[in-house]
T-cell receptor, first 108, second 115 residues
Framework: GQQVMQIPQYQHVQEGEDFTTYCNSS?????IQWYKQRPGGHPVFLIQLVKSGEVKKQKRLTFQFGEAKKNSSLHITATQTTDVGTYFC????????FGAGTTVTVRA | DGGITQSPKYLFRKEGQNVTLSCEQN?????MYWYRQDPGQGLRLIYY???????QKGDIAEGYSVSREKKESFPLTVTSAQKNPTAFYLCASSIFDGDGNTEAFFGQGTRLTVV
């Protein structure tokens, strides 16, 4: 069945630095979505990528969907304390399957 | 006020008892999902339903049961057969439109503790 793998599991970042989290699926996906979960909260939708090779930006966040539609990445530039939380990718293939998430902590 | 509601927020049960978690949405979404989240772990899919009166097992369905008698409701029963039921349970619903948009909206979650 479909499996979505995400690395790294933890990311400790100095404020102002950049980082990237990666997502890989065992199957080709119809689309991939990214969510953010703040500590104690529930996942909140960030963005959806549908097309092969698609790149979308949201301020300091850049999302990319691979050419084969099996992998994706989220790159955050100039990390801020407001970026703290867990970032999940989720692949859609008639059901929504989540990766394990990357938990981000920020050193001020 | 549109959204997806889970109740209760906290739930305590004795070992060996079945318990049902509620999930209601008024977003007119066809698809609904149940996930389990353990500390430091991701979201694992328990059951999902894409249409009324139909549902499918996810990756960790053993010890759980669901029903989808109404479009807006997707209750989850944690049975006594579930060996490690203590966890944070999240319900979600999503649209599926002609453009392939499948954004999921989550409830606030139910934290179940079995003692």
């Amino acid at each position: 069945g479909q499996q979505v793998m995400q690395i790294p599991q933890y990311q400790h970042v100095q404020e102002g630095e950049d980082f990237t989290t990666y997502c890989n699926s065992s199957t080709t996906l119809s689309n991939i979505q990214w969510y953010k979960q703040r500590p104690g909260g529930h996942p909140v939708f960030l963005i959806q990528l549908v097309k092969s090779g698609e790149v979308k930006k949201q301020k300091r966040l850049t999302f990319q969907f691979g050419e084969a539609k099996k992998n994706s990445s989220l790159h955050i530039t100039a990390t801020q304390t407001t970026d703290v939380g867990t970032y999940f990718c989720a692949g859609y293939d008639y059901k929504l399957s989540f990766g394990a998430g990357t938990t981000v902590t920020v050193r001020a | 006020d549109g959204g997806i509601t889970q109740s209760p927020k906290y739930l305590f049960r004795k070992e060996g008892q079945n318990v049902t978690l509620s999930c209601e949405q008024n977003l007119n979404h066809d698809a609904m999902y149940w996930y389990r989240q353990d500390p430091g772990q991701g979201l694992r899919l328990i059951y999902y339903s894409q249409i009324v009166n139909d549902f499918q097992k996810g990756d960790i369905a053993e010890g759980y049961s669901v029903s989808r008698e109404k479009k807006e409701s997707f209750p989850l029963t944690v049975t006594s057969a579930q060996k490690n039921p203590t966890a944070f349970y999240l319900c979600a619903s999503s649209i599926f439109d002609g453009d392939g948009n499948t954004e999921a909206f989550f409830g606030q979650g139910t934290r179940l503790t079995v003692v």
